[in-house]
């Protein structure tokens, strides 16, 4: 791999994991246009770890709480009354659907998932999906507001993209405002429970660097990744607060209908 080729790779990654549009698609899509070999699950799975260090930064006041709660809860019994412990414990709960799927699952994810017309499908389905969440009104639920089923749908929404083309952002927020959260929670919770799952795919990827994965290309990749992904972030988290993800929707079905020309033109 190239460093034109990583920096291409790093700045689709960043831009496109938090924003409903699908990562993985992206990654295995835009290869494939450029003539380039697909980089693979693993290279996707890594240089995540890019983008959820933007996430760090940017909800690290969230996360501090929660880290801080969780230090205390295991010592006290009365700091398992803070919010900031029962959000914790929302999050690992959300996260364990993703996490026993993508194991059970890792052979179809790295192999015929990744196929191009899978991804046009996902894309598809997930528009629709995207397009009935944000089609309802705004619900008055806010994060402190949610309940151990509420992150369980929300977390078997999240293991649904491990499918490329789904999105976990479009999920999880989708997920979340068919069950009457606001829209501003609802991104922020997709936000703070991509944490868990990407740490655990990134982690799971780097069994391969050194490998199958270039060192050098690879952690270009991840920097790239990081900036642009802190950009989408705060650009997401505007457009969320305004109501306007209908744009999102219009450019999946386009970039559906673009690969299913492309295909038919060989």
Same mark, same amino acid.
């Given at each position: ?34 003539? /380039?070999?697909?980089? &693979? ?8 770890? &890019? ?36 959000? &914790? ?33 996902? $894309? $598809?389905?997930?528009?629709? /999906?995207? /397009? ?41 927020? &989708? ?30 990827? $780097? ?37 306007? $993800? ?21």
């Amino acid at each position: 791999m190239r460093i034109l080729e990583a920096v291409v790779l790093g700045l689709t990654q960043g831009l496109t994991e938090f924003l409903p549009i699908s990562s993985s698609a992206h990654l295995r899509i835009v290869p494939e246009a450029l003539g /380039w070999d697909d980089p &693979g699950a693993s290279f996707t799975a890594v240089v995540q770890l &890019g983008t959820i260090a933007a996430v760090l930064v940017a909800f690290r006041e969230d996360l501090l709480a929660i880290a801080g709660a969780a230090w205390r809860g295991t010592r006290s019994r009365e700091a398992r009354a803070e919010p900031a412990w029962a959000l &914790g414990c929302l999050l690992v709960l959300g996260t364990i659907p993703i996490a026993v799927i993508g194991l059970a699952a890792a052979d179809e994810i790295e192999g015929p998932l990744r196929a191009i017309g899978v991804i046009v499908g996902a $894309l $598809l389905v997930g528009s629709a /999906w995207l /397009w009935v969440a944000i089609r309802r009104r705004a619900g008055p639920r806010r994060v402190e507001m949610l309940t151990v089923r509420d992150a369980g749908l929300i977390g078997l929404a999240q293991a649904a993209a491990l499918v490329p083309g789904i999105s976990r952002s479009g999920a999880t927020i &989708g997920a979340a405002l068919m069950l009457d959260v606001q829209p501003a929670a609802a991104a922020r919770f997709s936000f703070l429970l991509s944490v868990p799952a990407i740490v655990l795919a990134g982690l799971f990827g $780097l069994r391969d660097l050194g490998d199958d994965l270039p060192l050098g290309a690879t952690a270009m990749a991840t920097v790239v990744a990081f900036v642009s992904g802190y950009a989408s972030i705060r650009w997401l988290l505007r457009l969320v607060a305004k109501g306007r $993800l209908g744009g999102f929707v219009v450019y999946r079905v386009a970039l559906a209908l673009v690969i299913v020309a492309a295909l038919a033109l060989g």
